[in-house]
């Protein structure tokens, strides 16, 4: 699972290439990190077919409102570049997000 920041994140997901799942959380988020082993197996699975990032707003709040990330945590799929669909607070489950891998690839 690669960890972006304000810099890493637009060349790691913006522009890459096919499917991108990102995991943003943030410092303090009891649910994030409840949510995060479970995306790491999920890494770790699908790992092969999806590049995985998760990215702390905290840190990156700028670039968090401007992918339209108001809470966390938040979990979303990005397609060449475009963000396609994405899991917000309480729909964020670890079952959630694998139906939703499962859908694109």
Do not use: W
């Not at 670039?63 to 397609?79: D, E, N, T």
């Amino acid at each position: 699972m690669i960890i972006c920041d304000k810099k890493t994140f637009e060349p790691e997901v913006l522009q890459a290439e096919g499917l991108v799942l990102v995991d943003f959380f943030g410092d303090g988020c009891v649910p994030c990190e409840a949510l995060m082993p479970h995306v790491e197996a999920l890494s770790e699975k699908y790992g092969s077919q999806i590049k995985f990032c998760k990215l702390n707003i905290t840190s990156a709040r700028r670039l968090a409102i401007g992918q339209k990330i108001m809470g966390v945590p938040v979990v979303a799929m990005y397609k060449d570049g475009e963000k396609v669909e994405e899991l917000v607070k309480d729909d964020a489950t670890a079952e959630a997000v694998e139906a939703m891998i499962q859908k694109y690839i």
